[in-house]
T-cell receptor, first 115, second 113 residues
Framework: GAGVSQSPRYKVAKRGQDVALRCDPISGHVSLFWYQQALGQGPEFLTYFQNEAQLDKSGLPSDRFFAERPEGSVSTLKIQRTQQEDSAVYLC?????????????FGNGTRLTVT | AQSVAQPEDQVNVAEGNPLTVKCTYSVSGNPYLFWYVQYPNRGLQFLLKYITGDNLVKGSYGFEAEFNKSQTSFHLKKPSALVSDSALYFCAVRGGGYQKVTFGTGTKLQVIP
């Protein structure tokens, strides 16, 4: 069966460029999360959607980061004017329902390198 | 706020021996606790969860975890380690008024043949 799909798998951007990272969650999954994982670290929460509503964006590190999920399925994480500190793996996860006991299903991530 | 601590960066264990990967947490209200495993260049895979009930929960690939409320711990265990268990393991918590899942920094498990 189809899991969470993220694209591109790898992205190299020059400092100052804008990037867009895509996440296709498992069909029918209500909740969608974005995490940032720096090398050798655990995933750090960025933002959370329930259907199309962005319920928590407290983890977005600056106003250069923006996420959307306009139709409650595919989500895009956009980073404007990329900086070297944005280099990380960006993980998307979805879960079937919005209850706290629902495990997250992760994609393989997008590795962003800012040069 | 909620947090997770994984005190060991790396755990080495001989194949066939029991393994333990430690985790402690802090959360207001009842905790929802999870263990995930990550293989190189892959996303995280769910192993098991504790919601309520029995303090020993069983999960995938023969792993289990023991919940201890008084010690606020949720240690991952396996009776007999396999070389294929070598990976990065993350403990996670969700609780209080938060929907977000907070992860620990991870523990690298190395099973030595």
């Amino acid at each position: 069966g189809a899991g969470v799909s993220q694209s591109p798998r790898y992205k190299v951007a020059k400092r100052g460029q804008d990037v867009a990272l895509r996440c296709d969650p498992i069909s029918g999954h209500v909740s969608l999360f974005w995490y940032q994982q720096a090398l050798g670290q655990g995933p750090e929460f960025l933002t959370y959607f329930q259907n199309e509503a962005q319920l928590d964006k407290s983890g977005l590190p600056s106003d250069r980061f923006f996420a959307e999920r306009p139709e409650g399925s595919v989500s895009t994480l956009k980073i404007q004017r990329t900086q070297q500190e944005d280099s990380a793996v960006y993980l998307c996860a979805s879960s079937l329902i919005g209850t706290k006991d629902s495990p997250l299903h992760f994609g393989n991530g997008t590795r962003l390198t800012v040069t | 706020a909620q947090s997770v601590a994984q005190p060991e960066d790396q755990v080495n264990v001989a194949e066939g021996n029991p393994l333990t990967v430690k985790c402690t947490y802090s959360v207001s209200g009842n905790p929802y606790l999870f263990w995930y495993v990550q293989y190189p260049n892959r996303g995280l895979q769910f192993l098991l969860k504790y919601i309520t009930g029995d303090n020993l929960v069983k999960g995938s690939y023969g792993f289990e975890a023991e919940f201890n409320k008084s010690q606020t711990s949720f240690h991952l265990k396996k009776p007999s380690a396999l070389v294929s268990d070598s990976a990065l393991y993350f403990c996670a918590v969700r609780g209080g008024g938060y929907q977000k899942v907070t992860f620990g920094t991870g523990t690298k498990l190395q099973v030595i043949p």
